[in-house]
């Protein structure tokens, strides 16, 4: 089956401006998370969901991050106000169960904001 | 802090040598996992060692565990150019955590053919 997509693959956005990124996990996996990679750096944890309800969101930010999942499936990360220091690559992952197994990794979304 | 440090930071060697990054972490785990990075885009999974093996080979992949020392190391034999890349070890842990992975800032390892 497919693996995990993300979209767009990149965006670009002036600072203030609004930006939504979407996952859409491998069907039948249970947890999806988001994590943050600037530029030459590891990955920063934002949020977990199990199903719809997040019961991790440790690692946003700042309360301009948000996010979503809906039918247990596609999430949205929505960054509100976009600062230059957001400008990273947002990547997302699934996988089978709650737990910390495998994770299966999109390809994506590079946000550079001017 | 990060729970998975890794070193070197950076590692270049020449087609057909052996490569070994290593991985520190603080806290106990359930499992410790690596992964492999192109071009700074998703992450590959490579092998995951639980908390209970001290050994696991995959192809050309060789992972060790020392639960003691908290420490895991992963090498690549016979290194290929296409073996270029960003090595991230990932973590569990036990309590604080929660069910989340946490990765180290990784190695790159350039291999030159």
């Known amino acids: 089956g497919a693996g995990v997509s993300q979209s767009p693959s990149n965006k670009v956005t002036e600072k203030g401006k609004d930006v939504e990124l979407r996952c859409d996990p491998i069907?039948?996996?249970?947890?999806l998370y988001w994590y943050r990679q600037s530029l030459g750096q590891g990955l920063e944890f934002l949020i977990y969901?199990?199903?719809?309800?997040?019961?991790?969101k440790s690692g946003l930010p700042s309360d301009r991050f948000s996010a979503e999942r809906t039918g247990g499936s596609v999430s949205t990360l929505t960054i509100q106000r976009t600062q230059q220091e957001d400008s990273a690559v947002y990547l997302c992952?699934?996988?089978?169960?709650?737990?910390?197994?495998?994770?299966?990794f999109g390809p994506g979304t590079r946000l550079t904001v001017l | 802090s990060q729970q998975g440090e890794e070193d070197p930071q950076a590692l270049s060697i020449q087609e057909g040598e052996n490569a070994t990054m290593n991985c520190s972490y603080k806290?106990?785990?359930?499992?410790l996992q690596w992964y492999r990075q192109n071009s700074g885009r998703g992450l590959v999974h490579l092998i995951l060692?639980?908390?209970?093996?001290r050994e696991k080979h995959s192809g050309r992949l060789r992972v060790t565990l020392d639960t003691s020392k908290k420490s895991s190391s992963l090498l690549i034999t016979a290194s290929r150019a296409a073996d270029t890349a960003s090595y991230f070890c990932?973590?569990?842990?036990?309590?604080?955590?929660?069910?989340?992975?946490?990765f180290g800032a990784g190695t790159i390892l350039r291999v030159k053919s």
């Open positions: 992952a699934s996988s089978l169960a709650p737990s910390t197994d495998t994770q299966y």
């Open positions: 069907s039948g996996h249970t947890a």
């Open positions: 969901f199990q199903g719809n309800s997040a019961p991790d």
């Open positions: 806290t106990s785990i359930n499992n």
């Open positions: 060692i639980r908390s209970n093996e």
């Open positions: 990932a973590t569990d842990a036990k309590g604080e955590y929660g069910n989340k992975l946490v």
